[in-house]
């Protein structure tokens, strides 16, 4: 398996122009999260779906950001009007439920930068 | 609500020697998962060791192990023979058992390993 894919690697844009980070977990895995990671708040979970479904969004920062999870190969965070303090670097992740599974595979991150 | 706390924000060690990272978390659960995870300069969060709250025996991967003090909540990564490649920031990560696979991050600690 190729693990989790994210794209786009690096996106730079400006103030209030949309973004679209996009995420493929691992084939099988019925966990989906979007984490955002900054210097000031560290990793903070955003929202996580399971069996495609929102489960608990309660750490999306405000109504700019949505998150859709279309088929359980594909995951979407968009970001609008996206805002400078909005820049930092957003991971995927996914992991199987079960007993002995639970461990979140991460992707490579998308560094977002909005001038 | 968990919380997982670093208290060292950098650590430096020499090639080959030890060098030992703290982690406590604060939970009311009895049942949990504790990780520790890597992150080098390339930002790939990448799995080091994962140690189930149920069980007593401290785990080991490799060069890696870790001290579980469950009544302390204390959870500390060992890392033996360091290598350069170990150099990163290293996450301490907490797991409500059967309650959705999130994970709660601390807040790093940056280590250096010098040649």
């Known amino acids: 398996d190729a693990g989790v894919i994210q794209s786009p690697r690096h996106e730079v844009t400006e103030m209030g122009q949309e973004v679209t980070l996009r995420c493929k977990p691992i084939?099988?895995?019925?966990?989906l999260f979007w984490y955002r990671q900054t210097m000031m708040r560290g990793l903070e979970l955003l929202i996580y779906?399971?069996?495609?479904?929102?489960?608990?969004d309660s750490g999306m920062p405000e109504d700019r950001f949505s998150a859709k999870m279309p088929n359980a190969s594909f995951s979407t965070l968009k970001i609008q009007p996206s805002e400078p303090r909005d820049s930092a670097v957003y991971f995927c992740?996914?992991?199987?439920?079960?007993?002995?599974?639970?461990?979140?595979?991460f992707g490579a991150g998308s560094r977002l930068t909005v001038l | 609500a968990q919380t997982v706390t670093q208290s060292q924000p950098e650590m430096s060690v020499q090639e080959a020697e030890t060098v030992t990272l703290s982690c406590t978390y604060d939970?009311?659960?009895?049942?949990?998962?504790l990780f520790w995870y890597k992150q080098p300069p390339s930002r790939q969060m990448i799995l080091v060791i994962r140690?189930?709250?149920?069980?007593?025996q401290n785990a080991t991967e490799n060069r890696f192990s870790v001290n579980f003090q469950k009544a302390a909540k204390s959870f500390s990564l060992k890392i033996s023979d360091s290598q350069l490649g170990d150099t990163a920031m290293y996450f301490c990560?907490?797991?409500?058992?059967?309650?959705?696979?999130?994970?709660?991050f601390g807040g790093g600690t940056r280590l250096m390993v010098k040649p």
């Open positions: 992740a996914s992991s199987l439920s079960g007993a002995g599974a639970n461990v979140l595979t």
């Open positions: 140690q189930e709250a149920y069980k007593q």
């Open positions: 990560a907490f797991m409500r058992y059967n309650a959705g696979n999130m994970l709660t």
């Open positions: 939970t009311s659960e009895n049942n949990y998962y």
């Open positions: 779906f399971n069996n495609n479904v929102p489960i608990d």
């Open positions: 084939s099988g895995h019925d966990y």
